[in-house]
Nanobody, 117 residues
């Protein structure tokens, strides 16, 4: 089992920055790929960014030049640095972790990001 806890959300003005964190605990050796997703009110949850255990990254087109995903294996942490935030980035942000053995996907509880003046 793996547990995930997101933090770092909040209210920020357009053009501002936030850094989200995802702390993993439990049997973290089972984790290979980790993702960030987001869900805006009334909309489906959407992919934001991905990082593999080897550090390969991938981004949604809407964020690729503004967001940076990273991972600290020693601390079992994943991060999402978000710059040049826009009102359309407002959403609940979730991290997930893929189990390399069972392919099960673990999810955190989410953290709210609100971009507004």
């Amino acid at each position: 089992q793996v547990q995930l806890v997101e933090s770092g959300g909040g209210l920020v003005q357009p053009g501002g920055s936030l850094r989200l964190s995802c702390a993993a605990s439990g049997d973290t050796r089972r984790i290979n790929v980790m993702d960030w997703y987001r869900q805006a009110p009334g909309k489906q949850r959407k992919f934001v960014a991905r990082i593999t255990s080897g550090g390969i990254t991938d981004y949604a087109d809407s964020v690729h030049d503004r967001f940076t995903i990273s991972r600290d294996h020693n601390k079992n942490m994943m991060f999402l640095q978000m710059n040049s935030l826009k009102p359309e980035d407002t959403a609940v942000y979730y991290c997930n972790a893929n189990d390399r053995i069972t392919s099960h996907v673990y999810w955190g509880q989410g953290t709210q990001v609100t971009v507004s003046s």
